[in-house]
T-cell receptor
């Protein structure tokens, strides 16, 4: 079945460092790919999305490109801030067979950013 | 006000008790989901519902049941709670009129089963 694998954390960076969180997927067909972020004490919220090969999703300085040839969707940010400290989840949409979608999530990667 | 509201936010219960977690939404979405989050395992789908008359099992439905009382309400029950059901539970919604693949989450219910 479809699955998502992302790098284990925690990832600890200093402010203004470059961030990469790796994500690879296994899927039949052409799923949409997502990054969700979970801030402490909150639910997940969508960070960015890409719906087809070579699409780049971007939001709040974060970017990820849908790479079909490497089945990857790595999250990057050029200069992280303390406020980016959170757990990041890579995910894909999985057809549910009844016209809708389920979402399959990776295990999450915790990011700590030090001032 | 939150668009997806979960109650209670925290709950401690004892083994064998029946408990209900509730979820309501004001987003007008037709699809609702229940997940549990465990450290290192990400989110796993328990049940999902694409409309009021539709209920489907997710990957870890054993020991759980759900009720979709209205389009805006989706409750999760643990019939006889056990300690390995201690987890963070999330309700989510999506909108079929907008592809339906983006999920909107509540703030979660932290459940401890002693």
């Amino acid at each position: 079945g479809n699955s998502v694998t992302q790098m284990e954390g925690p990832v600890t960076l200093s402010e203004e460092a470059f961030l990469t969180i790796n994500c690879t997927y296994t899927a039949t067909g052409y799923p949409s790919l997502f990054w969700y972020v979970q801030y402490p004490g909150e639910g997940l919220q969508l960070l960015l999305k890409a719906t087809k090969a070579d699409d780049k999703g971007s939001n709040k300085g974060f970017e990820a490109t849908y790479r079909k040839e490497t089945t990857s969707f790595h999250l990057e940010k050029g200069s992280v801030q303390v406020s980016d400290s959170a757990v990041y989840f890579c995910a894909l949409s999985d057809p549910a067979g009844t016209g809708g979608f389920k979402t399959i999530f990776g295990a999450g990667t915790r990011l700590f950013v030090k001032a | 006000d939150a668009d997806v509201t979960q109650t209670p936010r925290n709950r401690i219960t004892k083994t064998g008790k029946r408990i209900m977690l509730e979820c309501s939404q004001t987003k007008g979405h037709d699809r609702m989901y229940w997940y549990r989050q465990d450290p290192g395992l990400g989110l796993r789908l328990i049940y999902y519902s694409f409309d009021v008359k539709d209920i489907n099992k997710g990957e870890i439905s054993d020991g759980y049941s759900v009720s979709r009382q209205a389009q805006a309400k989706f409750s999760l029950s643990l019939e006889s709670a056990i300690p390995n059901q201690t987890a963070l539970y999330f309700c989510a919604t999506s909108d079929s009129s907008n592809r339906g693949d983006i999920q909107y989450f509540g703030a979660g219910t932290r459940l401890s089963v002693l």
